[in-house]
């Protein structure tokens, strides 16, 4: 019994050391952090002004806000699609919804890199490039196939014979939809709304092929990082990493081992 | 009536369709044009310039090497988290914190725990051992770090996986088992491994076709040295513009690697089927 809390000590570390290096690259003095040749793991010389400069100094506001619209435009997108077609492959037959199910996880597979550039080259004519728009659909792909699944089920769980009964008492689809089902699935799709604003929040490739100039966040930090604006990369990592850890607790019912197995699995 | 449920599927089918396996097959097939617009291997063979050899192995390496350690350290955090203990509950919502972290700062913090001057890997090891090590010094510590930056961040998604295969095995398999006299080694390799293949199936097509696309930590980490096949993707792209064809030879060349791995995880682990 006692190798369990052994396994616990190690297992709890190693998720969260890198955590607590970010935190400490944060509100440190660079002498301490960035700028020691060895580092120390205590926090020594706490300050806000790491902070205070990198969100006043660069631009921050601007990948900010792209990086929140494109999140909620994705997460608007995915759900107003998701929730048909989550809906649909419900009252399906299993045998015809799930090659419908697979076909869309497999495309969730396709490198984003390889899509990117084709959408990139189309996207310059159609004048979509450097837009959020632009960016936002390309993100959608990575987020419906999700969306659709997570509703697909929501809605599988809500039994049939409520609908008929609705059915039998006169009330057509819109009135079935509105007034029984989607009350019922509401937990389910505020959760894909929120994987899906999640997803978009951290997504890389995508912005960073389609939006190279003007960006999110995450390019913002890419940028950052890598022309040794190191402190604005760590003060901007950590503003990013809080709502998602919130969200993350938020969600953590819906992150489930087998969830993600039976879609496969079928 | 029976048409109503295909009628709603389609937009989201169609949205797919469109967005994606046109742009691939475009991709696929730009890729073999040359610039006057006939087909010929032009671009691949040019792609030898680029060390695409070393870029192929590199993707292979870094595959494998984070999906060996994301099994491992998965079993090891769902071995853990399938027992009763005091700090259950706690233990477990901390393995599922990297899940949420963005691939970006997932990178941003790992390059700051690898540095070769001013590290915390190394002021640790310094502590410990009184050693420096340059993680970058040859390009498989390089890429090492390129893997456990990834298993880092996507260990969570494996130990879920695997959490719920334990699950799902009846306990008396152990019990009968153990008063047959099988010690934990044999009871892992003759009833955890044979009952988990399907749950490993899924974890190793969902992280492997994943590994084969790390772009950001890579990009982050070691920039393209050693490349990877997406920085060689996003190299050529960025530095041929609005020449794409290198570019979509390499990702062709990344595309078919992933679609050869799918079948290969597949053919071994049945299908993820019972």
């Known amino acids: 019994m006692k190798l369990v ?36 793991l205590l926090p020594l010389s ?26 909620t435009l994705v997460g608007l997108v995915t759900i107003l699609l998701a929730v048909p077609a989550g809906y649909g492959l419900s009252r399906l037959p299993r045998s015809i919804s799930y090659p419908f199910l697979v076909l869309l996880l497999v495309t969730n597979m396709m490198p984003a890199i390889v899509i990117g550039i084709p959408i990139a080259v189309e996207f310059i004519k159609l004048h979509l490039f450097e837009s959020v728009i632009g960016l936002a659909l390309a993100q959608t792909l990575v987020t419906l196939p999700i969306a659709t699944f997570i509703i697909q089920g929501t809605f599988s769980s809500i039994p049939v014979d409520l609908e008929n009964q609705a059915r039998i008492d006169g009330a057509g689809l819109f009135r079935r939809l509105f007034s029984i089902l989607l009350p019922l699935a509401a937990p389910g799709i505020a959760a894909a709304f929120l994987i899906s604003w999640m997803f978009s929040w951290d997504e890389f490739t995508y912005a960073i092929l389609l939006i190279p100039f003007h960006s999110t966040l995450p390019v913002t930090i890419y940028l950052d990082v890598t022309r040794g604006n190191l402190l604005a990369g760590v003060a901007f990592s950590l503003i990013f990493t809080l709502p998602v850890i919130v969200l993350t607790f938020a969600l953590q019912k819906y992150l489930r081992g087998e969830y993600l197995a039976g879609g496969i699995k079928g | 009536m029976k048409w109503t449920p295909f009628l709603l599927v389609l937009p989201a ?42 870029a192929i192995l590199d993707t292979i390496l870094v595959t494998v090497g984070a999906l060996v350690i994301q099994l491992a350290l998965g079993f090891l955090v769902a071995s853990v988290l399938s027992r009763e203990f005091f700090g259950r ?40 051992f009184n050693v420096n090590v340059n993680w970058y010094q040859s390009p498989v510590s390089s890429l090492l770090v390129v893997m456990l930056a990834d298993s880092w961040k ?79 993707v996003y190299n ?9 064809g290198l570019a979509l030879a390499a990702a062709t060349v990344l595309l078919g690697f992933i679609l050869v791995f799918m079948g290969v995880v597949i053919k071994l682990t049945g299908g993820g089927s019972q």
């Open chain 1, 5 to 40: 809390y052994l396994g616990a000590l190690i297992v709890g570390a190693y998720f969260l050391f890198p955590l607590y290096v970010l935190v400490l690259l944060a509100f440190n003095e660079p002498s301490s952090t960035l700028l020691a040749k060895y580092p120390s």
């Open chain 1, 46 to 71: 706490l300050t806000l002004n790491n902070l205070k400069a990198s969100l006043q100094g660069s631009e921050f506001l601007d990948p900010f806000m792209k990086s929140l619209e494109t999140a």
């Open chain 2, 13 to 54: 089918v169609a949205y797919i369709t469109i967005f994606s396996f046109f742009p691939t097959i475009d991709a696929v097939y730009l890729s073999f044009l040359d610039p006057h617009g006939g087909l010929s291997l032009k671009n691949y063979q040019e792609l030898g310039y680029f060390n695409v050899e070393g």
């Open chain 2, 89 to 128: 509950r706690a233990l477990s919502t901390i393995t599922i914190i990297p899940m949420g972290i963005a691939t970006v700062v997932a990178a941003v913090t790992f390059s700051f725990i690898f540095q070769t001057s001013g590290g915390y890997a190394n002021t640790v090891l310094h502590s410990l």
């Open chain 2, 154 to 232: 996507n260990t969570p998604i494996v130990s879920l996986i695997l959490l719920a295969g334990l699950s799902s095995i009846p306990k008396e398999l152990y019990y009968s088992a153990a008063i047959d006299g099988a010690g934990p080694i044999r009871r892992f390799i003759h009833i955890t491994l044979p009952n988990l293949r399907s749950f490993i199936g899924v974890a190793l097509i969902l992280r492997g076709v994943q590994e084969f696309n790390i772009f950001a930590l890579p990009l982050i980490l070691i920039g393209d040295h050693p490349p990877l096949l997406t920085t060689l």
């Open chain 2, 236 to 244: 050529l792209y960025t530095t041929t513009f609005p020449e794409v």
